[in-house]
């Protein structure tokens, strides 16, 4: 099985920032893709932020420039750093990764279980 652990998530300030960390764990053989997704109440799910295996990311429009998304390939986990936090940033963002587990194992798409980022002065 493969499972997706986030931490980080809480409550700051304008303009203040955060780190959003997830971690793989499992009988996993290849990560491919791995991204940050986010929901606000009342609002669909949507994609923050994304990078590949060969490390190529790509942004939502109103993330480019305040945040950063990066791996740890030896620790099967991403990050999201967020600087300059805007109260609209405010929702519940999850972890996402496409995986292939060992053995004859299929290739799917796991989710973490969200982390609350709340941005409020």
């Known amino acids: 099985q493969v499972q997706l652990v986030e931490s980080g998530g809480g409550l700051v300030q304008p303009g203040e920032s955060l780190r959003l960390s997830c971690a793989a764990s499992g009988s996993i053989l290849i990560i491919y893709s791995m991204a940050w997704y986010r929901q606000a109440p009342g609002r669909q799910r949507e994609l923050v932020a994304s990078?590949?295996?060969?490390?190529?990311?790509n942004y939502e429009d109103s993330v480019k420039g305040r945040f950063t998304i990066s791996r740890d390939y030896a620790k099967n986990s991403v990050n999201l750093q967020m600087n300059s936090l805007k109260p609209e940033d405010t929702a519940v963002y999850y972890c996402n990764a496409d995986i292939k587990q060992e053995g004859f194992g299929a290739r799917d798409v796991y989710w973490g279980q969200g982390a609350q980022v709340t941005v409020s002065s």
């Open positions: 990078i590949t295996a060969s490390g190529s990311t």
